[in-house]
């Protein structure tokens, strides 16, 4: 068998911690490898010692068939290797051509000839067919163009075996989309693609092969057409994990929370929200589905006070919400969990208790006349470190050395303990490992029980699928149309999150 | 800055000791320079500044100053608020309560609290024009209050020479009534109530912040607004709110250094207190306690700086390059801690 890459016994200690153990990977030339597995499970220094980031204490390591030692990236690239970090590594003052050859100018008499690095960018870009502008500087570049850089980049150093860590993480759809499609590309040319996530539906799309590792161990390497999606869960998290839709029971609830005609800017004052109208019954999870940028943002920003509307109405309970502040909009009963956590939900610097105390600073239990009393809020955030299960050590921990879910999970239990009864849940599991989105979905079920409002916005349908009474599907900021969470038509979602209007459906 | 509040303080503290550390080693160097040791630079700086109980106090006297204006920083730091037109506030808050001073006849416990609380709204008053434009249209407070300070000064200049000069006196206005003095606390040194008044800001300050409602969304505004925003703190009234009291502190500092030391208004009566103390509140890493120390350092370096010119070759001006380095150390220290941030490998427990 051919093999770019043959990786036998690799083991890895930090300390007392064992990040890989005996690992074997066998990645064949031509083909796209994935290497899935949650956060933690070793797919990260894996990578790093096959690239001479790291040195292995056991193991060795083959490159095209010759068994070598990699001490340093530039043995690595030398053998035809590149790795696409998770974050990429480029100067924004920089053009796209000087990033391309940082560090391997083309020179000319002494200096940089300029010329020929953007003829070659051109010429790699036409080749790979991954289109840039070489004279263009990276600052204020899309994320998806930086990573199409970062590829070149690597294709410059003429790498046949290319690494990507966690590559859509930072990308939307339509750009993922093209990254497949790259990828499917360089194999086709004969070139190796190893594909790091943690994400099933991409490794489902886009893989021939998989390697699940879990706790430093492989667990399976399987073609891909062997596997199923609940197969691939069940390896990577060790036990079985649902996604079927919960049970529940009727609701007839009152309409706690009202829109109407609601209108809305972005940032670059473009109608981000057009004519929005919905509503969401005590008792009830209202799912929005859409592609991520389709106004779901706006939506909740608007509702939660963070954002003005430009025309339309909003009643929380009656009340009309969309000229009070975010204050006047909690004290309402609305609880927010947003969709960018790590900037809105949370201060990544201060105590777990100080995230937990936000808009409770004022009053009782958790101050008296304008005195903080921090015995009870320490007391209260260690047991909403209990109920959670959340990870951490105490209350006075800095949020930012938690990992992504489990500072959702202090950011729900901080909302859901808050006393609204109307949530707004933006991306719940978004960044979060598949069994703790398990947990994650059982208390948001436990609060539609208890008789909760929930407005739940979703990129992922499974999970709509899973909790959602009603889903409403989002495109360019209108509502195209509403399902019956129980009876979902997955493709009639998928062409209204495409922009067809349902009406224009039965007619076709 | 806004890694700067979210570190433990005993690496803080280790950081500064090691800034200040390096910023002697260069001073030393530069010392050598100009063929002077440095041992005795320094044992002289010492001497001078704690030689006997005398010269303590000339020590606590410079403190007292570069406290009240670190106050005034810190509370900005916390809030997310660079407030570097500290000197300006300090320089109309020092009028303004020679103004109560020597222009009113009051009773005695009265005229101080009054020129006081002149001094107090002058400075705030000062800084609401800075703040205003911060908060409405996102002007960086950093150049507005810089800038400030230069009409402050001035404007100062021009009300003690051309509105309120004392007949055939240098520039300086009429002296204040005794009536308006600050009790002094020795009978051998101008040392007064100011310092008390700093050592209780401290106090006051470093409690607001840890323990109350106020304190702490003034805390989480400085260091993650858009959480504080969407927890519901009106982030625009806090930021002002937060310059208003740091120029108003500012203003307290100039009015403790006119009734206490000077008993009048003098053109340039307090050169670099308010930037001192800037310096002192960095150093201290935005806490109200540690400020009294770094303040203490700084008293002690102006101090000491007296003697210098006495007994060695070196200039008095050497203390000044010695801050500079420590300045530069300190902001070296910060860096190396925000790529430390960044890239996640240092974590620390606050």
Known sequence: MDLAVDLSGITKRFGAFTANSGIDLAVRRGEIHAIIGENGAGKTTLMNILFGLLQPDEGTIAIGGKTMIVDSPAVAIGQGLGMVHQHFKLVPSLTVADNIFLGMEIRRNGLIDRAAQEERTRSLSEKFRLRVDPRERVAGLSVGMEQRIEILKVLARNARTIILDEPTAVLTPQESRDLFRTLRSFVDDGMTVIFISHHLEEVMAVSDTVTVLRDGRVVATKPKSALSKRELVRLMVGRDVSFDRRPRGQTNGKVALEVEDLWVRDDRQLAALKSVSLSVRAGEIVGIAGVAGNGQTELAEVLSGLRPASHGRARLHGQDILDLPPAAIRAGGLAHVPGDRMVRGVDRTASLSANMLIGRHRRAPFARAGVIDWSAVHGEMWTLIRRFDIRARGPEDPARSLSGGNIQKVVLAREFTAGGDVLLIDQPTRGVDIGAQEGIHDEIMRQRAEGRAILLISTQLDELKALADRILIMFDGRIMGAVDGAAMDEDAIGLMMAGVDPADMTEA | ?350
């Open chain 2, 1 to 350: 800055m806004r890694t700067l509040l979210a570190t433990g303080w005993a690496r803080t503290l280790a950081g500064q000791l090691f800034a200040i550390a390096i910023a002697l080693a260069l001073g030393s160097v530069i010392i050598l320079l100009i063929d002077e040791s440095p041992v005795r630079v320094f044992v002289t700086l010492m001497r001078g500044a704690f030689g006997d109980s005398e010269k303590i106090a000339g020590t606590l006297l410079q403190t007292t100053p570069i406290l009240i204006c670190g106050i005034a920083a810190c509370i900005g730091l916390r809030g997310g608020m660079f407030n570097v037109g500290i000197e300006g506030q300090l320089f109309l808050g020092g009028f303004a309560a020679a103004w109560v001073g020597f222009a009113f006849s009051l009773p005695p416990v009265l005229h101080v609290l009054a020129a006081m609380a002149l001094a107090v709204v002058a400075g705030a008053a000062w800084v609401a024009i800075p703040a205003f434009f911060r908060v409405r249209f996102g002007t960086n407070e950093v150049v507005s209050t810089i800038l400030a300070n230069y009409i402050a000064t001035l404007l100062t200049s021009y009300f003690t020479i051309f509105l309120f000069k004392r007949p055939g006196g240098w520039s300086e206005t009429p002296p204040i009534l005794e009536s308006a003095y600050l009790p002094e606390l020795f009978s051998f040194s101008r040392l007064n109530l100011g310092l008390l008044i700093g050592l209780a800001l401290a106090i006051v300050t470093a409690a607001f912040f840890r323990w109350t409602s106020a304190g702490y969304a003034v805390t989480m505004v400085g260091s993650a607004p858009k959480f504080a925003e969407y927890g519901g703190i009106d982030v625009r009234r806090v930021g002002f709110g937060v310059l208003l009291v740091s120029g108003a502190v500012g203003g307290l500092a100039g009015g403790v250094e006119t009734l206490g030391v000077h008993h009048r208004f003098m053109e340039g009566f307090a050169p670099g207190f308010g930037f001192d103390g800037l310096i002192a509140a960095l150093l201290a890493n935005g806490s109200p306690v540690g400020t009294i120390f770094t303040a203490l350092f700084f008293g002690a370096l102006r101090a000491g700086s007296l003697l210098l010119e006495v007994d060695t070759t070196a200039s008095r001006e050497i203390i000044t390059v010695i801050q500079a380095l420590i300045i530069l150390a300190v902001s070296a220290d910060l860096i190396m801690r925000r790529r430390g941030d960044r890239t996640g490998e240092r974590r620390w427990k606050f």
